[in-house]
């Protein structure tokens, strides 16, 4: 299998992390450049219309696209850490969390970078200054909401590491990145302890 990704975006990140956890071997990481448009080239586009990274070629030909579909798929080749919940009433909660970090977390950051950072002007056009702003302060909003969660629980979904945190630790990272975004620096103690407690695994590392 043919894993393609990019540098430095969350969403490739979410896939390889959770293939470190799972201890997977034997996919191929073909690294795409966005900065030069390589995602929108006619042998790429052929593997995913859509002009997306990531996307996983399986070994028949055919080539899987989303990254909760992937880590789906992957999970279900490899049982073992287990990630995505044990049991429909574990993957429902899982997914929940998972969903709400990533609709309200990670979308908010890079709606934010998108339209604010000159580096990424060549990936969005038009950009809408006023709107990744405000995407910004609402990010914040939610990351608020997560630090109060964080008060009651040691992981995003609950008493072990999960997909979710997977979704959330690469969200916080591209918004460190690209909008020098600390948690503790704004009053959210418990997301930088969390945080910081997620930096140690060996997954987390580039």
């Known amino acids: 299998m043919k894993l393609y990704i990019s540098n430095f975006a969350p969403n490739p990140r979410r896939v390889t992390m959770f293939i470190a956890e799972k201890g997977i071997t034997g996919i191929e990481p073909v690294m795409i450049d966005l900065g030069t448009n390589e995602h929108k080239s006619e042998s790429f586009v052929a593997k995913n219309p859509l002009a997306r990274v990531p996307a996983?070629?399986?070994?028949?030909?055919?080539?899987?696209?989303?990254?909760?579909?992937?880590?789906?798929y992957l999970e279900g080749l490899h049982a073992a850490p287990n990630l995505m919940g044990e049991g429909f009433e574990e993957r429902a909660f899982?997914?929940?969390?998972?969903?709400?970090?990533?609709?309200?977390?990670?979308?908010?950051?890079?709606?934010?970078?998108?339209?604010?950072?000159p580096g990424l002007a060549m990936l969005e056009q038009p950009q809408f200054p006023d709107f990744g702003a405000s995407q910004g302060e609402k990010m914040r909003e939610h990351a608020r909401w997560l630090d109060g969660e964080l008060a009651n629980r040691p992981f995003v979904a609950g008493g072990r590491f999960t997909v979710a945190d997977i979704t959330a630790w690469c969200a916080l990272?591209?918004?460190?990145?690209?909008?020098?975004?600390?948690p503790g620096a704004e009053g959210m103690a418990n997301l930088q302890a969390w945080r910081d407690r997620i930096a140690e695994r060996p997954s987390a590392a580039r």
């Open 94 to 117: 899982i997914e929940m969390a998972d969903r709400r970090v990533e609709l309200h977390l990670l979308l908010g950051i890079a709606n934010c970078v998108r339209h604010t950072h």
């Open 56 to 72: 996983l070629e399986l070994d028949d030909g055919r080539v899987l696209t989303e990254t909760r579909a992937i880590c789906t």
């Open 173 to 182: 990272e591209f918004a460190r990145g690209l909008m020098k975004f600390k």
